[in-house]
């Protein structure tokens, strides 16, 4: 099947209200043109140097992403156009955010990322964590970015009620953090393999890329 094939299959899935973000990482710029000519605008990439070079040459109301782990001396390359980052998990990354986005005069949205999966290397922080974050005096002075939800990443197993308790875990994060934060509405989770857990279990926006571009070579 096409990208375009895909895409609208994928689209005719999942319910109305959830995100797809079109995870175009390791792929051509004619695959996401692909995308985009079929009426697709957000995508998601893992690395900052990628996404520049893809920001540059593609149409400018295309909503990139910001899904890998982010680099606080790399932040300021895509300050000025990023429209979400989804795996914010500690001050010092969030603070850095804020100061260039008052140097790009924008509020930059972001997610933070928990860590749901038994696994060790995967990023984020704790519930715990991530309230006394939201709750310090220092995030009170960031101006410039905007919690928008949380993003997490199950393990990856093909037992699917651990995957399914891990998203259901995330869900309930999400509603505690909602006490202090009550404009937050976004649960990023769920990829091309557990969507469908994902969804079920409350996500809002889905990361999803060899489901539509086929799967990844890495060089
Ligand atoms: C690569 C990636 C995805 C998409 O993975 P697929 O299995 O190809 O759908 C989603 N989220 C993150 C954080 C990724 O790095």
């Given at each position: ?6 895409l ?9 209200h959830?995100?797809?973000?079109a ?16 009426g ?67 509020v930059?949205?972001c ?24 709750t ?19 393990t990856?197993?093909d ?7 891990e ?11 909602k ?41």
């Open positions: 099947m096409s990208i375009k094939e895909n609208n299959s994928l689209k005719n899935q999942i319910p109305e959830i995100t797809l973000v995870v175009s990482k390791t792929k051509p710029l004619e695959d996401i043109l692909q995308a985009y000519n079929a697709h605008r957000v995508f998601g990439e893992n690395k900052v140097q990628e996404m520049v070079d893809k920001f540059h040459s593609l149409p400018n109301d295309i909503k990139w992403h910001m899904i890998g782990h982010l680099q606080r001396n790399k932040v300021k390359y895509i300050a000025g156009f990023v429209d979400l980052i989804h795996g914010v998990d500690n001050l010092k990354l969030l603070k850095e955010i804020n100061k260039q986005g008052l140097k790009n005069d924008r930059i949205n997610l933070i990322q928990i860590k749901i999966a038994t696994e060790d290397s995967k990023f984020g922080m704790s519930i715990n964590e991530a309230k006394k974050l939201i310090s005096e220092e995030f009170k002075n960031l101006e410039n970015i905007s919690i928008k939800g949380v993003m997490g990443m199950a990856f197993t037992d699917k009620d651990q995957i399914q308790s998203f259901q875990s995330l869900e309930k994060g999400f509603n505690e953090l006490i202090s934060l009550e404009n937050i509405n976004t649960i990023s989770m769920g990829m091309s393999g557990d969507y469908n857990i994902a969804i079920d279990s409350g996500s809002t926006m889905i990361r999803v890329g060899s489901s539509i571009f086929g799967s990844r070579q890495y060089q």
